[in-house]
């Protein structure tokens, strides 16, 4: 009895990345399938998915300069700031980074099918995704220095780089729903 072999299942036993890159394509997938399925009435459904995708770029993207404050005070080696590293690396790499792909690929997808590429408000609201896509590679950098006990930054620069993303947030906000300009 001790020599049996006891099987997992495929999706228990893989990876978070793994699960997180699964869930990824699944989406993708089925997002082609719905336009490829149903034509211009995709334009919806796409909308909906590409909105899910914000508002959890955005929760990763406001929590992750909060885990650094925090971390700025855990004893380099210590659990608590080991603790930090894992929750701050899953929280990008299964969160946010998934999240950012598929809000940028929908979101060009729903800028062409609209055609707001010639609209003087979508291109203000594309340098401000664009400088929240610069946010999201520079805490990417901070859970690298992190990760290997490097960061200098203080928690002061983390509460002040905790509202750039809110900052931005508000501007293409604005931007999509009165479209000003």
Same mark, same amino acid.
């Not at 336009?35 to 909105?51: E, M, Q, R």
């Not at 909060?66 to 210590?78: E, Q």
């Given at each position: 009895?001790?020599d049996?072999i006891?099987s997992?299942?495929?999706?228990a036993a893989?990876s978070?990345?793994?699960?997180a890159?699964?869930?990824l394509g699944v989406?993708?997938?089925?997002t082609a ?11 919806l459904w796409v ?9 959890s770029?955005?929760?990763g ?8 404050i925090?971390h700025?005070d855990?004893?380099?080696?210590? &659990?608590?700031?080991?603790?930090f590293?894992v929750m701050?690396?899953? *929280? %990008?790499?299964?969160? +946010?980074?998934?999240?950012m /792909? #598929?809000?940028w690929?929908?979101?060009l997808?729903?800028a062409w099918?609209?055609?707001?590429f ?5 291109h203000?609201?594309l340098?401000a995704?664009?400088?929240l896509?610069?946010a999201?590679g520079?805490?990417?950098a ?8 490097r960061?200098?930054?203080? &928690?002061?620069?983390?509460?002040i780089?905790?509202?750039?993303p809110? *900052? %931005?947030m508000?501007? +293409?906000v604005?931007?999509? /729903? #009165?479209?000003p300009?």
């Amino acid at each position: 009895m001790a020599d049996q072999i006891t099987s997992v299942p495929a999706a228990a036993a893989a990876s978070p990345a793994k699960r997180a890159a699964i869930a990824l394509g699944v989406t993708v997938a089925a997002t082609a399938a719905a336009i490829f399925a149903l034509g211009d009435a995709a334009y919806l459904w796409v909308k909906a998915v590409h909105v899910i995708a914000i508002i959890s770029w955005m929760a990763g993207m406001l929590y992750l300069p909060r885990l650094f404050i925090y971390h700025c005070d855990a004893p380099i080696g210590s &659990a608590q700031s080991e603790t930090f590293k894992v929750m701050e690396r899953r *929280l %990008l790499q299964l969160i +946010i980074n998934p999240a950012m /792909i #598929v809000s940028w690929v929908l979101g060009l997808w729903l800028a062409w099918q609209a055609d707001f590429f010639s609209s003087g408000w979508f291109h203000v609201k594309l340098a401000a995704v664009i400088g929240l896509s610069w946010a999201h590679g520079y805490f990417a950098a901070a859970v690298r220095a992190y990760r290997e006990d490097r960061n200098t930054k203080t &928690a002061r620069h983390w509460r002040i780089m905790n509202e750039v993303p809110t *900052l %931005l947030m508000i501007v +293409i906000v604005m931007l999509v /729903i #009165v479209k000003p300009f």
